[in-house]
């Protein structure tokens, strides 16, 4: 189709981030997604002006995913973060507001990108071979015979979420199933190389969330018409089953823009419910006893299996495919030709159980390593949250597997990180100025800029007004409430840090959060004994922490050379 009006030309930005409209929108975002940070975030309903659903929430899944973005540093920004959550489902809020601060700080120094850029490489070195090491004070070792820091990791994940609507007695309960799914993924005799089953989340909405549960195999929805027309199950040893992916309804396969050539006197409805019934009979010769479906069955297919007492089900889904597959041990079926027996497979058990209203097959496997966890939510905007945050806490405890060490939470690690690195460079600065070539002042300007990045973000998680303290011994958050009177006892007020690990009770100092102080040492080497002594902790998945603290570094450093921007307007 020829245009109607002529093209306009592209539009090129030099120097990008000095605009007042970046300036804006950074800042807009940084706002954005900084009032949602921690367990008192603040809720966001995104809704599309057109219609729809509204998405209440304060995750930067659904946020960013439900968020239109039209300025092209953000799209840079927002794109990185969600880049991040599709391989490691947390931390999306933590990267996209360090990055913020990162750009907005060095943006008020002046200095070149290239000296900017070296040194920011440089100091998140020094944070992340500290993070890895052994005397590295904000990182705990997972310990697999005890389900303690296992726990203490998905009630964290939890708590950060305050739209699932949950109270205490539902968190520690959603907990325990997250947990208990998690380990029935892991199969029982697990070599050096595992492979890791999978936990598939059933929606009973309307339910009270303490009725969730978990069950070993897989959960598939039936209609109550459908159950008054199966037969008692009744089996002393395993089920056969066979799964087709291909449809049974006898419909013919779409013949595209060719034409089809039917012989004369021949009906096309009579020829395809032969065939279906020709692959019935070969069902039932081959002693078959349950039949599942992607797609649809035909009735009268379904009629004949039944008075050979065989099971059918149809419309499955795709999405329960691949675990149905698992399960059984069957081959997807994609065809209506000869069944090969290789494509069959078998279950230990299958039963019919009801939850709330719904009524379901409960597919009992030999050995498996797939399991259902029925997430029960009072409507349908805390499941949806709910679901999100569970499928969340589910994947850290699969990164966990691969490091297992998870970061202490509540902003503790970024307090002591800013200890770790304002020590480093105000004692040892000879070696980064001799590597990077830079001066003094500017190792000065970037780490301050570096520090005060991640001061604010640990200071985000306070949203009541209230004051912000660090302890000069371990480097750890510490929260006070707002209007404090002229002379205070600190031990008085406070009562633990963020994470949870320290008392207020123990002989500390304490100075506010970004004031003026000679830096000091954190203490390092975390002992055993003081995480044992804690009973729950708020902590933070270690590989997800670690990898956002390097996107959000390296997505700074990115829109901070950048030197022009084109755009099409078209």
């Not at 079926?333 to 497979?345: A, E, H, M, Q, R």
């Not at 002594?533 to 050379?561: H, N, P, R, W, Y």
Request: glycine residues 6%; aromatic residues 6%; charged residues 20%.
């Amino acid at each position: 189709m020829s245009r109607l009006e002529a093209k306009k030309p592209s539009i090129c930005r030099s120097e990008p981030l000095t605009g007042e409209r970046t300036r804006a929108s950074l800042a807009a975002l940084r706002g954005l997604v900084t009032s949602c940070y921690g367990p008192a975030g603040r809720l966001k309903q995104l809704h599309n002006g057109r219609g729809g659903s509204v998405v209440t929430t304060s995750q930067s899944a659904a946020l960013l995913a439900g968020l239109p973005v039209s300025h092209p540093v953000l799209k840079v920004l927002t794109a990185a973060v969600r880049n991040h959550m599709a391989c490691f489902s947390d931390g999306g809020l933590f990267t996209a507001i360090l990055c913020c601060n990162l750009v907005e700080n060095v943006q008020r120094l002046g200095l070149t990108p290239t000296t900017v850029i070296k040194l920011n490489k440089h100091l998140l070195s020094l944070c992340t071979s500290y993070l890895k090491s052994e005397v590295c004070a904000c990182r705990i070792p997972v310990d697999f015979s005890s389900t303690q820091i296992l726990l203490s990791l998905v009630r964290s994940i939890l708590t950060s979420k305050p739209a699932c609507m949950l109270i205490a007695k539902e968190v520690d309960h959603i907990s325990t199933l997250i947990l208990r799914a998690f380990l029935l993924t892991i199969p029982e005799n697990a070599q050096e190389h595992i492979i890791l089953g999978k936990s598939i989340i059933v929606p009973l909405k309307g339910q009270r969330v303490i009725d969730s549960a978990v069950l070993p195999g897989i959960l598939i929805e039936v209609s109550e018409v459908q159950l008054m027309k199966i037969l008692p199950i009744k089996k002393s040893d395993s089920f056969k089953v066979a799964l087709f992916g291909v449809s049974l309804s006898g419909d013919l396969s779409d013949t595209g823009e060719g034409t089809l050539l039917v012989s004369y006197g021949v009906s096309l409805e009579n020829a395809a419910l032969d065939q279906l019934f020709n692959l019935g009979k070969q069902l039932v010769s081959d002693h078959v006893d349950l039949v599942l479906c992607q797609k649809v069955i035909h009735p009268s297919l379904k009629q004949f299996l039944r008075t050979h007492h065989v099971i059918a089900v149809d419309r499955v889904g795709v999405s329960l495919m691949e675990p149905l597959s698992k399960v059984t041990g069957a081959w997807p079926i994609g065809s209506l030709g000869s069944i090969s027996p290789s494509s069959y497979g078998s279950i230990k058990d299958l039963c019919i159980t009801k939850f709330g209203c719904k009524h379901f097959f409960h597919l009992i496997p030999n050995k498996t390593t797939i399991c259902s966890l029925l997430l029960c939510n009072r409507n349908d905007t805390a499941w949806d949250e709910l679901k999100l945050t569970c499928q969340t806490a589910l994947h850290a405890l699969q990164l966990t597997i691969k490091d297992p060490y998870v970061l202490l939470g509540g902003g503790c690690t970024e307090t002591h990180l800013v200890a770790y690195i304002r020590h480093k460079t105000r004692n040892e600065p000879e070696s980064i100025l001799q590597d990077e070539r830079c001066s003094q002042t500017e190792l000065q300007l970037i780490t301050d800029a570096f520090c005060s990045a991640l001061e604010s973000l640990a200071g985000s998680l306070e949203h009541d007004g209230g004051e912000i303290l660090t302890d000069s011994k371990y480097g750890h958050f510490w929260s006070v409430q707002a209007n404090l009177p002229s002379a205070v006892n600190w031990p008085d007020l406070l009562s633990r840090c963020g994470c949870g690990l320290y008392s207020s009770q123990e002989e500390l100092s304490w100075s506010f959060l970004r004031s003026a102080r000679h830096p000091f040492p954190p203490q390092t080497c975390l002992s055993c004994e003081a995480t044992g002594s804690a009973s729950t902790l708020t902590l933070d998945c270690f590989t997800a922490k670690l990898s956002g603290l390097q996107v959000a570094v390296e997505t700074a450093s990115l829109i901070l050379d950048l030197s022009c921007v084109i755009e099409d307007t078209n």
